[in-house]
């Protein structure tokens, strides 16, 4: 059966220093390989990694599952999470141990910590 939504858009980048994982688009278990293969990609050769949220509109239990991953995996900042991301984090507890950022460029420019 065909995924009632298109895939999320993926897209990497260097800024200020670190690197940017963004997508745009739902995710969910079916549609998160994109996003996990670039996220894990990158947190095996990236001191920070940004991932930008800002462009997610939909997120589910599977991309906290890989944000949490990445977080032990990497320094992870999170950019621009969308109040539905937002709620996620806060009622999993998970918004006390990820680093969230209001704009990508903010994230980029946090002194590591």
């Not at 994109?34 to 589910?60: H, K």
């Not at 999470?81 to 990820?98: F, I, K, N, Y």
């Given at each position: 059966?065909?995924?009632?939504?298109p895939?999320?858009?993926?897209?990497?980048?260097?800024?200020?220093?670190?690197?940017?994982?963004?997508?745009?688009?739902?995710?969910d278990?079916?549609?998160?390989?994109?996003?996990?293969?670039?996220?894990?990609?990158a947190?095996?050769?990236?001191?920070?990694?940004?991932?930008?949220?800002?462009?997610?509109?939909?997120?589910?239990?599977?991309?906290?599952?890989?944000?949490?991953?990445?977080?032990?995996?990497?320094?992870?900042?999170?950019?621009?999470?969308?109040?539905?991301?937002?709620?996620?984090?806060?009622?999993?507890?998970a918004?006390?141990?990820?680093?969230?950022?209001?704009?990508?460029?903010?994230?980029?420019?946090?002194r590591?910590?």
């Amino acid at each position: 059966m065909p995924h009632p939504h298109p895939a999320p858009r993926v897209k990497q980048y260097a800024a200020n220093g670190s690197w940017v994982v963004a997508v745009e688009g739902e995710l969910d278990a079916q549609t998160l390989p994109p996003l996990q293969q670039a996220m894990e990609r990158a947190a095996a050769t990236q001191p920070i990694l940004v991932f930008d949220a800002s462009g997610l509109s939909f997120a589910d239990s599977s991309t906290l599952n890989l944000l949490l991953q990445t977080h032990r995996a990497t320094a992870l900042r999170i950019a621009g999470a969308q109040p539905q991301l937002l709620r996620v984090l806060e009622m999993t507890g998970a918004d006390t141990a990820l680093a969230l950022f209001p704009s990508v460029a903010d994230a980029c420019e946090a002194r590591a910590s």
